[in-house]
Each structure stands twice: as structure tokens, then as C-alpha cells.
């Protein structure tokens, strides 16, 4: 006689090995266009300034970089950052839920 199945539920809190930011960059002189490697200097030298040394050794990843709007996707392993505006899921930054727009109107 077969056994009966068994059913275990597994629950992660958090299953993403990876966490993920989107960025916008405003630049004080009026300077609209910059590479990557530019964009992802500045950010390294921005945690320097914040956080020092070990600020600025943070290991992440510049997955995309958007030269006209001066943003760009972070990826970074691990629970270093807290209590900012970060998701375990790339897709959650594909769009922000207060600049919805439905025709000419903006929704809030």
C-alpha cells in the first residue's frame, strides 16, 4: 500500500540573496550628462563622505544606468542597508505607485 503524500510549507521572510535601489542623481552645475562609471564613482565617494572608509568599501552593482535621466538600478547582496527606500524584488522599482498617471491627470 502506497504511503500518503506529505505537505510541508516552507515560508521565507526574505528569499532575495539580492537587494535593489533605484537612484536619481542631481548635479548642482547644471551637467547633464555623465558615463557610468562617473555615476557609480559618485555614489562611492557620497558613502565615503557619509559613512567613511568602510562606507565607501560597500560592495554593489550599477545593474542599469540611464544617461538622460541620471538614474540608475543598485544591486548588492546581503542586509547592509536599512531603513531606506530598497526591495528584495528588481520589480517592485520598475514603477512608483504615487506618479501613476491615467491620462493627463496625476494621481496621487
Known amino acids: 500500500m502506497e504511503e500518503p503524500s506529505k ?13 535593489y535601489m ?4 542631481v548635479l548642482e552645475n547644471g551637467q547633464k550628462y555623465i558615463s557610468d562609471a562617473q555615476f557609480k564613482q559618485l555614489i562611492i565617494c557620497g558613502l565615503k563622505d557619509l559613512y567613511g572608509e568602510v562606507g565607501a568599501s560597500f560592495p554593489f ?3 542599469k544606468f540611464d544617461r538622460n535621466e541620471l538614474t540608475g538600478i543598485l544591486r548588492w547582496a546581503g542586509e547592509i542597508v536599512e ?9 517592485a522599482l520598475s514603477g512608483n505607485s504615487r506618479e501613476l498617471q491615467f491620462g493627463d491627470q496625476l494621481m496621487s
Do not use: T
Open 7 to 19: 505537505f510541508e510549507r516552507y515560508v521565507y521572510k526574505n528569499a532575495s540573496v539580492y537587494h
Open 22 to 25: 533605484k537612484i536619481s542623481l
Open 61 to 63: 552593482d550599477l545593474l
Open 83 to 91: 531603513r531606506v527606500d530598497v526591495s528584495p524584488f528588481l520589480l
